[in-house]
């Protein structure tokens, strides 16, 4: 594990290029021992540096009235009013979670959490969105379960509500599963707390899990594409220990109100590495620790090692000098270690000794600010589908619309994820006002009067058939989503998950997908305060579509939530935007399109952004003003969809609605367009007043009834039947998928 | 009434209970640590939900040994009253102060859902402020939360009344669909459901308030 001939060979290992190696060497002015090989190949490598990805996010608006705290730290931080703050962000468990699916995504969320608490905020919400291959793959369905349970297994015992998110499929996630964590806390406004090694002369203390050989390179496994040899990268994924990191919490926070603690910062991804050249780069100090006083699980690690280790659930701190012992006594009544491993410099310069003789010697802002930075070409990118729509069967026969509703109710994609949110704690901390089943979940903050609503949502598909309208059409819906709860979206986190991006039609999604969020951030007015990018993902060369994850989060008065479900029979249903445009070739992104025509093609539906903030507008006042006894986005699966969501409540109340003359039945009833807003109502002219005056339509569509959906067409009854023969196949489907062999 | 809630490393609905009984109920609750020695003048106590000691080996198997189990142990002998709820009933079992044990869930998942209730009985310092037979909306979020006993000893319980919550839908597989329990005295009960996350309207329930307010009902009798 240690040759101490730096070799051609070598510096391919660790995933350098020779112009990179030739710029570590002008940075020192001398060739880099092995240990700092190590630390420069974790600290540039994708993952940790953003070098193919920074100079096109600095497109993207990230402030606002309300960001306390851009990009660049652990996370964003909103303020919320009364004193009160939130911090969240959303990061990529890809790679780890394909080598090994339970470990992989409980130490996704492990890590997110620590992002959240070690600045200061308690972690009062997650949610995940989760991509697989098909499952009649039995490997996606093992990852699956894997996944899903890892997840369970963290968030449960740390004690932090899932309270939603998003799973999907796509034959392009086979061998490449996404696995994205958000997480939320929040705390005083006054109470933040950075990863600045302030004070020279403070101690650097270590606190938490002792380090052990655990996740050596995950930073730069992450930035690689995956080949065969991949497999055998299982001990490159770290063990999370989420009871510990559940009294490491608890430790930290209580620390930080002894008022001694001067910075703090988890140990993530580089672990020790990051830790202590990114807080000493913040500050302008430098860093000296001597790793004889790192605590170790394992014997005879070598200094490489110990630095480039991922064991979970560490934190480095740095104290007032002389109040150390404050520090001490909060660690140890938590029964966790910590102890003082070094200092803080004024030179600037991260230097790590090991038994008083210096084995790395670089200055922190070499490896924090020096990273390489790359325009990677691009050119357009590519077509993954056809624009022209193949021929499109008539399937108007009776009958043939019920077999494919079904069809689409019973598809991995749409059929109801009980069986995986069932799994997760969503009510500890007595906080969730809506959870897994609302179109955005909703936590309060008790200290205050204010609700968070949060949504997550990513579309692989409309990104795969333009990326730019698709990421677009992406956060239009995360936004409606969060308004369809009553919130104002405020603020949002990306995580950005495409391919290699040294491939320029790989790259020209990325810059495509990046303009486009930029512009819909801004048109929203939710700026990206924080997020993650995930590139290489690809397996055996092949790209996953260009899938960016968007979190978005909104603020709102606590208030009793309106359902998605209708309450009652006898209320007016109203489509708030109305029905929406769609011609055949904007209909090939659809979940139709996939299911029934096993088929893509085309471009993502049309987005009218003013139009869409106007239906976002009157939905809040709609839901607000108390107006909607239901109320549902229209998203995936369309208007037909969405209405049998709406009606697989507890109350068992469904539908009698009437479509438009015109337009061949598949499209109204399944297009994707976007503004589009199912309302239950009794107060029919009422909702109709909020949608005049904010110049968006409201067509009645029907009415709500016992038992059963019918769908009528002008004289003639396109669908009707028994509610149970719709929800039975819904939410029987994903146990089913999971259990064939 | 003063409450105690007991918190063991691990515990994490800690502050559901501390926020029911204190902000809802408007009650005084404080905190007691896993090392005090004494729980000083509370009138009751709250052992919480959450993985106590991260239930590494078996749930509530060492928090049975933790320093301020004795202190517990007496209260009881006393005829305090105590509740434990879901790792708060694993731990009572796990130390001898009710029957039976909590196995893993006959799913062999953690499941985390809104469950129906019957209160069993009303003769119980935990549901005296209930109606026999009333039904109550309260989740469950646990994965060994399957109460398993021998014939015997669910006869007797039965046999004793102590049997106070059965669920109508058994989302676990416990015997006889039991769902909390009373030890001899009656002043002792362990439940799997939460009634902490059930105290409110905004918590889509409010069901699980009766337990609490049945709790300050017989201390203010005992008077």
Redesign the interface.
Known sequence: MTPQVISQQVIEAHQLTEPEYDKIVSLLGRDPTYTELGIFSVMWSEHCSYKSSRIHLKKLPTRSKLVLQGPGENAGIIDIGEGYAIAFKIESHNHPSFIEPFQGAATGVGGILRDIFTMGARPIAVMDAIRFGPLDIPRNRRILEGVV?GI?HYG????VPTVGGECMFEDCYNGNPLVNAFALGVFRKDEVFYGKAQGVGNPVIYVGAKTGRDGIHGASMASAEFTEESKQKRPNVQVG????E??LLEACLEAMQTGAIVGIQDMGAAGLTCSTCEMGSRAGTGVEIDLQYVPQRETGMTPYEIMLSESQERMLLVADKGREAEVFAVFHK??LDAVTVGRVTPDGILRVKDHGQVVAEIPNRALADEAPLYDRPHTKPARLAPLEAPPIPDRSAPGMLRADLIALLRSADLCSKRWI??????????S??AGPTADAAIV?V?ETGTSIAMSLDGNGRYCALDPREGTKLMVAECCRNVSTSGALPVAATNNLNFGNPERPEIMAQLVESIEGMAEACEFFETPITGGNVSLYNETLGEAIFPTPVMGIVGLMK?A?PTPIHFPEAGLNLILLGGFGTCDETHFGGTQYAKVILNSLWGLPPGLDMAYEKRVHQAIREIVLGGLAAAAHDVSDGGLAIALCESSFGPAGIGAHVEIPLGMRPEFPLFHEGPSRILVATSQFENVLEVARKNSVKALPIGVTMKERLRIDCGSETLLDCDLTELRQPWETSLERLLRQQ | MKFGVVVFPGSNRDHDAWYAVSKILGQQAEIIWHDATSLGDVDALILPGGFSYGDYLRCGAIAKFSPVMPSIRKFAADGGLVLGICNGFQILVESGLLPGALVRNRGLKFVCKLVPLRVETTNSPFTSEASQGQRLLVPVAHGEGCYVADDRTLDRLEAEDRVTLRYIENPNGSLRDIAGILNEGRNVMGLMPHPEDAAEPLMGSSDGLVIFQSMVSALVAAR
Request: with cysteine.
């Open positions: 349970s369970a449960n015992c740390f004690g220990d989420p009871f510990l559940k009294l938590w029964g949110w069932e799994q997760y704690d969503y009510l500890v901390r007595s969730t006002l309060r008790k606590t009793q």
